[in-house]
């Protein structure tokens, strides 16, 4: 018999929305600065927004290890019996690819603002000890590295929302509910 409730926790309810909304943002914010502006026309400004990036996106790296651990201590509801074994599989591989990111990306931020002489802040409270000096040849390669990564999770965030678009208004299942409701008592 299957006992797994068909929902996720409260906690791991939170957690989701708040990383999504916080790495959505830090997302758009990094992009903006990326593609947007530079410092030739902008100035100050550019670094303000950077700075910004910076505060919002570290705190991943807080929350991402509360997440893991809470998603070992309580599972994930069971996929609905309508998927196929290949869409399962998908959908696995997919959430795996979302965690990897969720600490490649902040991680990556953190050695770029090292290797390149800057701080790593916190919510503008207080810098994560720095790890790695200044350093041009490393910058060369993880500035890159962030970059690239930074696009790829763009295209895997994409997907990921379509997908819970299409359980909830094509399939008509309880995915997408399932990370927005609990069970009746
Ligand atoms: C939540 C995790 C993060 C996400 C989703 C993210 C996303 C991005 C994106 C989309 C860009 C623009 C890429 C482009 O040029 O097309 C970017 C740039 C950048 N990120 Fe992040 N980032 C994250 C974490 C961090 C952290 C923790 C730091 C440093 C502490 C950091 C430092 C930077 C810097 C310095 C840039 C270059 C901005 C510029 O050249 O204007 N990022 N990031």
Redesign the pocket.
């Known amino acids: 018999m299957n006992t797994k409730s068909a929902y996720y926790t409260r906690t791991a309810q939170f957690l989701h929305w708040l990383m999504a909304l916080?790495?959505i943002s830090?997302?758009i914010i990094?992009?903006y600065?990326?593609?947007f502006?530079s410092y030739e026309t902008d100035g100050a400004f550019?670094g303000d927004v950077?700075t910004l990036?910076?505060n919002i996106?570290?705190t991943?790296?807080f929350l991402v290890v509360i997440r893991i651990f809470w998603r070992y201590t309580h599972p994930a509801p069971q996929l609905p019996e309508s998927m196929s074994a290949g869409m399962k599989t998908l959908a696995h591989f997919g959430h795996l690819a979302l965690y990897f990111m969720l600490l490649a990306?902040?991680i990556t931020?953190?050695l770029?603002?090292w290797a390149?002489g800057h701080p790593?802040p916190v919510l503008y409270l207080f810098n994560i000890p720095r790890l790695l000096d200044t350093n041009p040849e490393i910058m060369a390669i993880v500035k890159p590295i962030?970059?690239y990564l930074?696009?790829a999770?763009?295209l895997l965030l994409a997907g990921h929302i379509l997908a819970a678009l299409k359980h909830h208004f094509v399939d008509k299942d309880t995915v997408l509910l399932s990370m927005t409701r609990q069970p009746k008592p």
């Open positions: 916080i790495f830090a997302w990094g992009f600065s990326g593609n502006l550019k950077i990036h910076k996106a570290t991943i790296l990306l902040p931020g953190c770029f603002s390149a790593a962030h970059i930074s696009w999770v763009g």
